[in-house]
């Protein structure tokens, strides 16, 4: 028997809740904020600094930017959306499910070739066109930004018919992130903020992949609920010193 697809989004949402968690209605304000994976790091540094400051509890959900705008759409109770792009929140200011002009860029993001093997990629990137290696992992081109931005460069260098059957492809720039780190694959085109660890050197070996090889990875945040505590956030946000942890986490700012 076909269940009414209302049941399927009210279970979604419930499940959501569950997952970023219930404000207690004794305890501090509580913000909840859809992150995408690749700004994982920075966004949990920002949060602890914002809490401490604010007396507002944080509560961050990662996931892919495609999948958190779906669930925005489906009407996800998020009150901050940071996205790894800028067409999403475009899109949900659009619809009329954003605060209008509140849409911001916070990050520009970078992407590098990244394996945890040491000396197994060189300088120049050189190791995608001589092909000794049997799997790369990349985000899903279709739902993920940084893996938009991987397939561009891999065109751009001519390299993405030969390569395509070779990729393992992530549902999120973490998970291909992960496929790397475990070993699933020798080389990931992955977000600098993953390897380029604040205050250490990157494991492994890496090329960071030119800017000019894919278009620009440009992350906005948008306002979901009209709240001071949401609007405290993204001042916070677009601040001077979150501009300064950003950076650290190797990021680009405006």
């Known amino acids: 028997m076909t269940r009414?697809?209302?049941?399927?989004?009210?279970?979604?949402?419930?499940?959501?809740?569950?997952?970023?968690?219930?404000?207690?209605?004794?305890?501090?304000?509580?913000?909840?904020?859809?992150?995408?994976?690749?700004?994982?790091?920075?966004?949990r540094e920002l949060a602890a600094r914002f809490e401490a400051k604010q007396g507002v509890r944080v509560l961050l959900a990662f996931g892919s930017t495609g999948k958190h705008a779906a669930q925005i759409e489906h009407g996800a109770p998020f009150a901050l959306f940071l996205a790894a792009d800028a067409?999403?929140?475009?899109?949900?200011?659009?619809?009329?499910?954003?605060?209008?002009g509140t849409r911001a860029t916070y990050a520009l993001g970078r992407l590098v070739?990244?394996?945890?093997?040491?000396?197994?990629?060189?300088?120049?990137?050189?190791v995608l066109a001589r092909g000794?290696?049997?799997?790369?992992?990349?985000?899903?081109?279709?739902?993920?930004?940084?893996?938009?931005?991987a397939r561009e460069a891999l065109e751009a260098l001519g390299l993405w018919e030969r390569l395509a059957p070779r990729t393992v492809r992530g549902e999120n720039i973490a998970q291909a992130h992960q496929f790397v780190e475990s070993g699933?694959?020798?080389?990931?085109?992955?977000?600098?903020?993953?390897?380029?660890?604040?205050?250490?050197?990157?494991?492994g070996s890496s090329w960071e992949v030119p800017a000019r090889l894919h278009g620009p990875i440009e992350q906005q945040a948008v306002l979901l609920e009209d709240t001071p505590a949401a609007r405290a956030f993204l001042a916070f946000l677009l601040g001077e010193e979150a501009g300064e942890i950003i950076q650290r986490w190797g990021y680009g700012r405006r």
């Open 87 to 100: 067409e999403r929140p475009r899109r949900l200011e659009a619809s009329g499910r954003a605060v209008a």
């Open 132 to 149: 000794e290696f049997e799997r790369l992992a990349i985000a899903n081109p279709r739902l993920a930004p940084y893996g938009r931005a």
């Open 184 to 203: 699933n694959a020798e080389l990931g085109l992955v977000a600098a903020s993953q390897v380029l660890r604040p205050g250490r050197e990157a494991p």
């Open 4 to 43: 009414p697809a209302p049941i399927f989004r009210l279970l979604a949402l419930l499940a959501l809740l569950c997952r970023v968690g219930v404000a207690s209605a004794a305890g501090p304000p509580v913000l909840r904020i859809a992150v995408a994976s690749n700004f994982a790091g920075p966004a």
């Open 113 to 126: 070739l990244w394996s945890p093997e040491p000396g197994r990629v060189d300088a120049t990137g050189e």
